[in-house]
């Protein structure tokens, strides 16, 4: 078994928008591990019982205030993925899921399909390094990944976030691999 939790000091950034602060803590979930070949352990976990706090005024800073209320960013898991090699200490996750923009009821926007690595090695974004945190096997980690949303087809949407974009996300989570050896 594996279970992650996400927690506070996140960032996220999508094209030349500055990058944000995320609060994600209360988030994660609980998957199954499968010893897999050499070192490496298969993790899996199931998206419908994954929470992941949704971006808004009260888990999201830019340029350290908080987004204007209203402003909301459902976050729908559909696949977490991975494997964990315990030789190198590195974890990867393949994270599919669905961002969901809204602003109150006002607009409802296309949704923005993702797909990312998320692995405990270091990464650059804007000429800049974003370092993950090793792992060993249980405890605190930082996973990144640098990825790109594709065009949704809505014309206004696709040129206001410049789609194509290059995708910025530094989660900081606990995670605990309870058996899989």
């Known amino acids: 078994m594996i279970s992650l939790k996400s927690m506070k000091n996140c960032n996220l950034a999508i094209g030349p928008y ?27 976990f199931d998206p419908e019982k994954f929470y992941i706090p949704p971006i808004n005024y009260t888990t999201t800073k830019l340029l350290g205030l908080p987004i204007p209320p209203g402003v909301n960013i459902d ?24 961002f969901l923009f809204s602003i109150g009821t006002l607009l409802k926007a296309p949704d923005l399909l993702l797909t990312a690595n998320l692995t405990n090695t270091d990464v650059n974004f804007r000429k800049r390094a974003f370092q993950s945190s090793p792992f060993t096997g249980s405890g605190n ?11 949704t087809g809505n014309l206004i949407y696709d040129s206001f976030l410049t789609l194509p974009a290059p995708v910025l996300a530094v989660l900081h989570c606990k995670i605990d691999i309870i058996d899989g050896d």
Do not use: H
Not at 84 to 93: E, F
């Open 18 to 44: 500055p990058t944000f602060s995320y609060d994600a803590s209360g988030g994660g979930g609980t998957g199954s591990t499968k010893k897999g070949q050499d070192s490496r352990i298969s993790l899996k």
């Open 75 to 98: 976050i729908v898991p559909e696949k977490i993925e991975g494997e964990y090699d315990k030789q190198k200490n590195c974890i990867n996750l393949i994270f599919q899921a669905r």
């Open 141 to 151: 980690i930082v996973l990144v990944s640098v990825s790109t949303i594709q065009k």
